[in-house]
């Protein structure tokens, strides 16, 4: 199945879907009924801004309701379209179906350019926009649950819950009709990290298998790898940030909008971020390092391990056979064409997929929305038993020591991280941790234990689809 034109991004999630079937043996019809996007809605709104009515595009596709709510994110950029929103929302079924979150897939997007519009004015377009969608049950905390993606975070979230709660005013689980809001407003701590978070697990969990890591002719663990990173936005920057300062990778770049900066040595993620932030996202002025003006061409540079994490498309068919990483992780959606992908694979690069490596961000919504639900933050009720039982425990040793003599004492580090009951964020980690290391090995299981099938991104689709097809057969479809 190769190709020499570049299909779609949806055609190109189509054609990896398929690859995956092609090796399946699911009933008549169900493959299709599968893969084909059930609606996508699109809404032209005007709001009045700065003098005149101005008229925005926006969309929300929902993929799958094999499961419901249908879930996904609302992306603000001037290159959302059906297409892509469609692409985007068919990901997010197999994403959640992957990492065992009860699921639908759906996404959003509206045509903008963020960036050109101030604070308030943002909340009268995002207000606007989340009206249209609620007044069709598009945001509902029982069918279509949204969430942060390229140009949204928590501040959109939040608005986005707020005009709910207004619609809804006798909604118990109003909160719960978006995930990624931040803690004071209903959201979890843990969820801005997520997606970059669990890009660190997922590589953790990688090279926890020195023959896995082998197929891309790498040994050891994280420490010391050279690690390039395209987008140092929400995922990008996390990821760039743990991997460094926790594993001890070493970024030698970073490309983003106006070029890359590059620096063997190292680069200091919190610095470079700190800077860009003072500097309207742009790093070209950055004091250290080298500064690359052709940010694309840097994905070819020598390093260990490539996350492309800002947006789709970035390794096609004319810069894929020079792309020189062994390993990639895909921590953005998509970065990867259908016809990249084949090209990367014939060169031995081993793939990390979207669907598995930038599912931290579901994960953790799952629990917010959870959290929600159960209208209590989670270690709420256990913390301080948990914490009496391990001091019983403790001071239990510390006195049979001393009763026989031995002079054995706990040293004060132990002890303060073994008597601490776990709180929300260590729960959601640990909740995190166990969903990447879970949905790593459902992969591998395939990807190693048959003989057809070759790659992680093929496995990703078997597992997932084979979860999806369950559902609809003991749906009774
Ligand atoms: P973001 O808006 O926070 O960051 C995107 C970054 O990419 C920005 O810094 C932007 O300047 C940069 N960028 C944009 N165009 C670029 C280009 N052409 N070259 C280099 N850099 C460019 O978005 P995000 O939330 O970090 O999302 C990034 C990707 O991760 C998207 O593909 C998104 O779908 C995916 N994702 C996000 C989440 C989440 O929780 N936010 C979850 C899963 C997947």
């Known amino acids: 199945m190769s190709v020499t034109a570049e299909p779609s991004f949806r055609d190109s999630v189509d054609l990896m879907f398929k690859r995956a079937t092609a090796l399946m043996d699911l009933g008549p019809g169900l493959e299709e009924k599968i893969r084909v996007c059930n609606s996508t809605y699109t809404v032209r709104f005007g709001v009045r801004l700065r003098g005149k009515i101005e008229t925005f595009t926006g969309y929300r596709s929902v993929h799958s309701e094999h499961m419901e709510p249908v879930k996904g994110g609302i992306r603000y950029s001037l290159g959302v379209n059906q297409d ?28 903008i350019d963020p960036r050109k519009w101030d604070e308030h004015e943002l909340e009268q377009i995002t207000r606007r926009f989340a009206y ?83 197929k891309a002719g790498l040994t050891g663990d994280l420490s010391g790898k050279r690690v390039i990173v395209q987008g140092l936005g929400n995922v990008g920057y996390h990821a760039a940030k743990f991997l460094s300062l926790e594993d001890g990778a070493s970024i030698t770049a970073v490309i ?18 700190a800077w860009m932030n003072g500097h309207a996202g742009a790093l070209a002025d950055y004091p250290r390092g080298l500064h690359v003006k052709d940010g694309a061409a840097v994905l070819e540079s020598d390093c260990d391990i490539l996350i492309p994490a800002a947006l789709e498309g970035v390794i096609h068919l004319g810069n894929a056979a020079r792309i020189r990483a062994p390993l990639i992780v895909e921590a953005a959606n998509g970065p990867i064409t259908f016809g990249a992908d084949e090209i990367l694979r014939h060169k031995g690069c081993i793939i990390i997929p979207d669907m598995y490596a930038n599912a931290g961000g579901v994960t953790v919504s799952y629990f917010e929305w959870v959290k929600n639900l159960s209208h209590i933050r989670f270690g709420r009720m256990q913390r301080r038993a948990e914490e009496s039982r391990h001091i019983a425990l403790v001071t239990e040793l510390e006195r049979l020591s001393s009763d026989k003599g031995l002079g054995w004492t706990l040293s004060p580090d132990f002890k303060d991280k073994y008597l601490r009951g776990a709180g929300e964020l260590e729960l959601v980690r640990s909740g995190l941790d166990d969903t990447m290391r879970a949905a790593y090995q459902s992969m591998r299981q395939i990807w190693h234990g048959r003989a057809d099938v070759h790659d992680l991104r093929v496995a990703a689709y078997i597992v997932a689809i084979d979860r999806v097809a369950k559902t609809y057969v003991s749906k009774g479809l």
């Open 256 to 273: 983003e909008r106006d070029g890359a900066i590059v620096d063997d040595a190292g680069i200091d993620i919190e610095d470079l971020r």
């Open 84 to 111: 892509e929103v469609e692409a985007l929302a068919a990901l997010m079924t197999y994403k959640c179906a992957l990492v065992e979150a009860p699921f639908g897939g759906s996404k959003g997007g509206l045509c």
């Open 132 to 214: 249209e969608l609620i007044k069709r049950d598009l945001i509902h905390p029982a069918q279509n649950v949204p969430a942060p993606d390229m140009g949204t975070g928590e501040r959109e979230m939040a608005w986005i819950a707020d005009q709910y709660a207004r619609m809804n005013t006798t909604d118990i689980n109003a909160k719960a009709c978006v995930t990624g809001k931040p803690p004071h407003a209903g959201g979890i701590q843990g969820r801005v990290e997520a997606t970059g978070r669990g890009v660190q697990y997922a590589l953790r969990e990688f090279f926890r298998h020195p023959e896995d890591a082998a």
